[in-house]
């Protein structure tokens, strides 16, 4: 299972992204200190986690990399930001090949079931058992774009703001980064007139359901394109039920979860 597997999860042309990209070990100034073990393997069990769903101590020992250690690694890479990283270069790669759309973008959310830790929350819609909510905002196309975690309590219309703070600037086929799309599409939860006001000032143009007024199905044929998206990201199965005592951690398995998904899009551009 070992090699093959491993080049299935993280193939070279997946590493060559990730490799550069990878802290660099630092010895402590009192000495001691381990350095770091075959840095790709103990990547490949980071994604085998995330795509498989397994427990950290339930890590196959084809891998050459224990439990223990894949899971110190990941956490110094979830502080170090490396997921972000990652997924502004897939995202690069692409807006490079002009494969961003920015003639919109799309904003909804998903609640997922939380085990314990920080972000979490009482779910209103599922009788109150302890949540997390996982927000996502997508290009016109359903390519993920900006992340958050909150608790399942809290608003969905919170999150607009530092989701469409959070786009990052990203290369273009001509011309200087960009990060500004030209609308934002969302449903009626997200609808208010500071929001309205605040997205007009930035130059993006608001298409946002008006509650009373119009169906939360304003999305229409846009709809879809974000609920696939979520459903990409769902197909990492350790996104499905939440189980990280830190928020970080969490949100840090979907940032490398949309890291993935964008790259298997850039990968049918080169196959």
């Not at 590493?15 to 075959?38: D, E, H, I, K, M």
């Not at 961003?100 to 920080?118: F, L, M, Q, Y």
């Not at 819609?125 to 996502?136: E, I, Y």
């Not at 189980?243 to 993935?260: I, Q």
Request: charged share 25%; with cysteine.
């Amino acid at each position: 299972m070992g090699v093959g597997l491993s080049q299935r999860l993280v193939p070279d042309e997946l590493w060559a992204l990730v490799a550069p990209l990878l802290p660099s070990f630092a010895s402590r100034p009192q000495g001691g200190g381990t350095a770091p073990r075959n840095e790709r393997a103990v990547f490949t069990a980071v994604v085998y986690v995330l795509t498989s769903g397994c427990a950290w101590r339930h890590l196959p020992e084809t891998f050459g990399v224990s439990p223990a250690t894949a899971h110190r690694r990941f956490s110094a890479w979830t502080e170090a930001g490396l997921w972000r990283r990652l997924h502004r270069a897939v995202l690069d790669e692409l807006g490079a090949r002009g494969e961003v759309d920015w003639t919109s973008v799309i904003v909804d959310a998903a609640s997922v079931r939380a085990k314990r830790g920080s972000l979490t929350g009482r779910n209103p819609v599922d009788r109150g058992k302890k949540g997390s909510k996982l927000h996502v905002l997508s290009d016109a196309q359903g390519l993920p774009l900006a992340l958050g975690v909150s608790g399942a309590n809290v608003h969905d219309s919170q999150a607009l703001l530092p989701l469409v703070l959070g786009i990052p600037a990203i290369r273009s086929r001509r011309g200087p980064r960009r990060r500004r799309p030209g609308k934002l599409r969302a449903d009626k939860a997200y609808h208010s007139a500071e929001h309205l006001r605040w997205l007009r000032s930035r130059g993006i143009v608001p298409r946002i359901a008006r509650p009373g007024i119009e169906s939360s199905e304003r999305l229409g044929r846009h709809r879809w394109k974000i609920e696939r998206s979520i459903s990409w990201l769902f197909g990492y199965r350790r996104l499905t039920v939440r189980y990280e005592r830190k928020g970080t951690h969490s949100l840090g398995f979907l940032g490398l979860a949309a890291a993935l998904t964008c790259y298997k899009k850039l990968t049918n551009l080169t196959t």
